[in-house]
């Protein structure tokens, strides 16, 4: 990407779909796996997973990508439901 197209750093990104932050902690503790041993596991510390089940922080979708491959599902099934 040219340097000129790259937003500044910092800048807002548009908000990506929500995680559906109930589903993401229950599949997380049905795998035996506590938040100190997964969030390395998936690349993150356990303060941003912990952010991420408590809704304060959304994650890349990368980190999505990782987190849902652990938990052996699509990144789909932790997004939180249209209403």
Known sequence: M??????????HRPP????DTDEL????QASGVP????APQVG????H?????NGRKQPSAEALGRIARKLG?????L???AA
Request: aromatic content about 6%.
């Open 2 to 11: 040219p340097e000129s197209a790259r937003p500044p750093r910092g800048a």
């Open 35 to 38: 938040v100190l041993e997964f």
């Open 25 to 28: 902690r229950r599949r997380r």
């Open 16 to 19: 990506g779909p929500k995680i």
């Open 73 to 77: 599902c699509k990144p789909s099934d």
């Open 49 to 53: 997973l912990w952010n991420i089940e």
């Open 79 to 81: 997004l939180a439901k």
């Open 44 to 47: 993150l510390s356990p303060q």
